[in-house]
Every structure is written in C-alpha cells, then in structure tokens.
C-alpha cells in the first residue's frame, strides 16, 4: 500500500477579512485575524464553538487567538492580509494550523492543502508559505471557552500556493465539465479589495490582473458618512455589514427608519464602474490572441454589485451574451471550494493516478 493511501484534502481562501476552508462536507469561515491572547477578558460566552475560542499554542510555547476570538477579544490584533496582499507568510502559517487543528478528526493524518491568498502578493512570499506548511507539524489547539485541547499530528506532503480567484475558475471549469484550460477572467468582489485575475492559456497573467480597494467597504464607508451626516449619529460602517448582507434597503436608526435604497444604487453603480474601468485596462493588454470566455463573478460583493457589474460588463461590450457571465452557486466560497479539487489533483498524482 502506498504511504500516502490516506490523504485528505482541504482547500483554503486566505482573504483580507475573512479565511474560508473547505474540507469535503466541512465549510468554515472565520475573520482573517490572529492575536495576543488576552485571557483577562474572557468573558461568559454563550458560543462555546471550535470556530469562535480558537487558541493555538506553538511549538516555542507562544500562544495565539485566531479568527473571532482574536477580533473580539485581542487587544494586539494582527492582519494576515492586507491591501490585496498576504502581510507574512509566518502569519498565515499559524492561521493555516490552526484550522488544520479544526479539520483534523485522527490524531495522525496526511493531508494536499492548497491555499489561495491575495492577487497582489509576491511571489516570494508565496513560495515562502507553501515550502513552510509542507512537512510534519504538531499541532495544538484548544477552545478558551471550554479549555478543552486537542493535539493533532499532520503530515502535509504537498501545499500548493496560488491567487485567490484561481479557485473559483477551478471550480467553475470542473463543474461545467470543461476538459481544457479556458482563458477566463474572474472578478473577487470581497470586502476589502476586489481581485481581478486574468487566465490565459492555462496560466495567470500576471499583467492583466490587479487588486483595487473598492469593494463592499466602500459603500459601507460612503454609506456610514451619508448617515452620520444625516441623522447627527454615529455610525460605524461595521454596523451596515448586516444590513448589506440581508439585502435590506432601510435601516433604524434611533427609532426613526431611513430609506437607503437610492444611496445603495448609487454605491453600488460607482463601485460596479471603478471595477468596469479597471478591467478595461487590464484588458488592454492582453495578447491579441487571447479570446476571453469566461468572466466568474465571485466573492461576496456579487450579491449586491453583481446585477451592476453584469450591466456593466455587457454595456461595455467585454462579454457578447450573458452566457459568458457565471456566477457560482456558493460565491462565497468557491474559492475554497476550487483548492480543494487542487489539492485532490495533486493528491490523486502523487497516489500514482492520472
Ligand atoms: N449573502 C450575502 N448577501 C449580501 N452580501 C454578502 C453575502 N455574503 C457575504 N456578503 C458580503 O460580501 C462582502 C464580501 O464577502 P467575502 O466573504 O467575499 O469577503 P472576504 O473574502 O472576506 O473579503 P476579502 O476578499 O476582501 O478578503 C462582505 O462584506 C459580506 O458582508
Ligand atoms: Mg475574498
């Protein structure tokens, strides 16, 4: 039997605000933070989740919080990423135990985990992450809220390191049954920065790809100041992240209800056009033979922009029919979703297979 008859494989997006994980029937998401524990402040949490009181302990004895934990309760809070790029590889590392940690069911497992970060990280970096997740890790993690601890012994035997939005055009090829690489285009539309990743021949060109800032805290920025102005209160953009996600087009504040349905279509029409006007000079320079089928909508952003950006994405004329135009079921995480059908191809190569 071969050494390696056992590998599980997981799938990782590593974004700026928040790191999504998939892992066969297992999907996580938590906020793209580690932190200083900071044990005096635990307080009497209801949640008594794996996900939310994540602590992971290195082998030097430091300690950190990771995701939910760390934003709530971390007074040093450290960002993986950060303006399109993954901040430090070491960073990461820990994040990418640490769920590790979560997925591991035995204590000895192999595992192919390919993870995506931010477009505008180098390449260096990107090496960097890949080469220190391959290997032999022990991990210990354990839940602050509960104290309970588990020690999971993993064996990474290959860690592939790619941009982001390459998952979801993974993803999206897989299941449309496409047996070749199709030069695509996909636009991450996520909380901080929106990522646009050119495909050509199979490969990631580099100079037709880009990340900007503009994105959904764009419009929750822009929309916190029309209401701080308006109504004489402070709003914290972070407090419309809700409103934006339950697709409402009022809000309440201090008993008197607003109507923002006319400022949401106007952000949401400049936000669709900085990212049009972007593509276009992305585009610009791309080969003259490279014929564009594809243009995957993904990341979270695509809920509320998406109708915009297909307006604009027509109008424009960068696509001929709206066939062109895909959106997958789950645009949250078909990023994570894609690295996992990486790592089982890399999985299934090593295995010997095809
Ligand atoms: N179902 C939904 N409806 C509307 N908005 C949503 C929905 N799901 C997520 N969002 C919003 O979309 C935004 C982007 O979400 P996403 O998870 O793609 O961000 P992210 O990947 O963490 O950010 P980044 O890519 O900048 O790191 C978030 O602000 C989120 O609140
Ligand atoms: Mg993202």
């Given at each position: 039997m071969s050494p390696f008859a056992k590998i599980r494989t997981v799938g990782i997006d590593l974004g700026t605000s928040s790191i999504k994980i998939s892992a066969g029937p297992r999907k996580l998401k938590f906020p793209s933070i580690i932190g200083e524990p900071n044990p005096g402040f635990r307080g009497i949490t209801m949640d008594k989740s794996w996900e939310n009181n994540l602590v992971i302990e290195l082998e030097n004895g430091e300690e950190y919080y990771v995701g939910e934990l760390a934003r709530l309760q971390s007074l040093v809070k450290i960002p993986l990423a950060r303006e399109g790029r993954m901040k430090s590889a070491k960073d990461a590392l820990i994040a990418v135990k640490a769920a590790l940690g979560l997925i591991a069911e035995r204590p000895e497992e192999v595992f192919v985990i390919a993870t995506g970060v931010p477009v505008a990280t180098g390449q260096a970096e990107m090496e960097t992450l890949s080469r220190s997740i391959v290997g032999t890790h022990e991990i210990r993690i354990k839940?602050?809220?509960?104290g309970d601890k588990k020690i999971a012994k993993v064996k990474i035997v290959a860690a592939p390191v790619m941009p982001e939005p390459y998952g979801s055009w993974y993803y999206v090829l897989k299941k449309k049954g496409e047996k070749t690489a199709i030069d695509s285009v996909i636009i991450d539309i996520g909380y901080g920065s929106t990522d646009i990743l050119t495909i050509y021949n199979g490969t990631i060109l580099r100079t037709a790809s880009g990340s900007i800032v503009e994105a959904i805290d764009t419009i929750v920025t822009k929309l916190a100041q029309y209401l701080n102005e308006k109504t004489g209160r402070m709003i914290k953009p972070e407090m419309l992240i809700s409103t934006i996600e339950k697709g409402l087009m009022a809000v309440n504040i201090g008993g008197t209800t607003y109507d923002i349905s006319p400022q949401i279509n106007a952000l949401s029409e400049y936000v669709a056009r900085v990212i049009a006007d972007e593509l276009a000079r992305l585009l610009?320079?791309?080969?003259?033979?490279?014929?564009?089928k594809y243009f995957i909508l993904v990341g979270g952003g695509v809920y509320l922009l998406g109708p915009k950006l297909k307006e604009a994405l027509l109008a424009r004329g960068f696509v001929k029919s709206p066939e062109q135009i895909i959106i997958p079921d789950d645009p949250v995480m078909s990023n994570a979703m894609g690295f996992e059908l990486v790592a089982q191809y890399y999985s299934q190569r090593l295995l010997g297979g095809k």
């Open positions: 839940n602050d809220a509960t610009d320079t791309l080969p003259p033979d490279a014929l564009i």
